[in-house]
């Protein structure tokens, strides 16, 4: 079988040799008339559906395209968010150990603060009871001056007695 292809004009201009009785010559051009005609609308259906197809690539493609876009889109996004996680957590530890740094720094300034308050707490107690000593001391000087003002007092009294009664 032949199987070129066939255009609705050259069916409808197709003529046959006619042998014997033959068939019926308005019967075959009305049904080659038929065929054509399919043929024509089978043709055109097919260039429509063609161009409905490559509207449809085309449409596909737009998408496919956005589907891309959309795509590294997502993949940038979920790369950013996990750089921001990544800096977010860095930036948290770092966050972390200056605090933990200053609170250590902190701690050893007030015990070297407590240190020097206990030191001072004894350098003063120390003076205060070297001032209570010589305060005691002091207080023992001036008894004793007492006294002996007291001893002198009597004494100069026997003496006015004396006088008073020896003269």
């Given at each position: 079988m032949n199987t070129m292809k066939l255009t609705p004009q050259e069916i409808l201009t197709q003529?046959?040799?006619?042998k014997g009785k033959g068939y019926d010559k308005d019967e075959v051009a009305a049904f080659l008339g038929q065929v054509a005609e399919m043929l024509e609308h089978d043709s055109?259906?097919?260039?429509?559906?063609?161009?409905e197809v490559d509207r449809l690539k085309k449409f596909l493609a737009k998408f496919e395209k956005?589907?891309?876009?959309?795509?590294?889109?997502?993949?940038?996004?979920q790369k950013f968010s996990e750089e921001i996680k990544t800096n977010a957590r860095r930036e948290a530890e770092l966050v972390i150990k200056?605090?933990?740094i200053k609170a250590e720094d902190i701690i050893g300034s007030a015990m070297n603060r407590q240190r020097e308050l206990r030191e001072e707490v004894r350098n003063l107690k120390f003076k205060r009871q070297e001032i209570e000593s010589d305060l005691?001391?002091?207080?023992?000087?001036?008894?004793?001056?007492?006294?002996?003002y007291r001893k002198d007092d009597v004494e100069f009294d026997k003496v006015e007695y004396l006088e008073k009664h020896v003269s």
């Open positions: 003529k046959f040799n006619l055109l259906e097919k260039d429509e559906l063609k161009k956005r589907e891309d876009i959309l795509r590294d889109t997502l993949i940038a996004a200056e605090a933990e005691l001391n002091m207080l023992n000087s001036l008894k004793e001056l007492i006294e002996s």
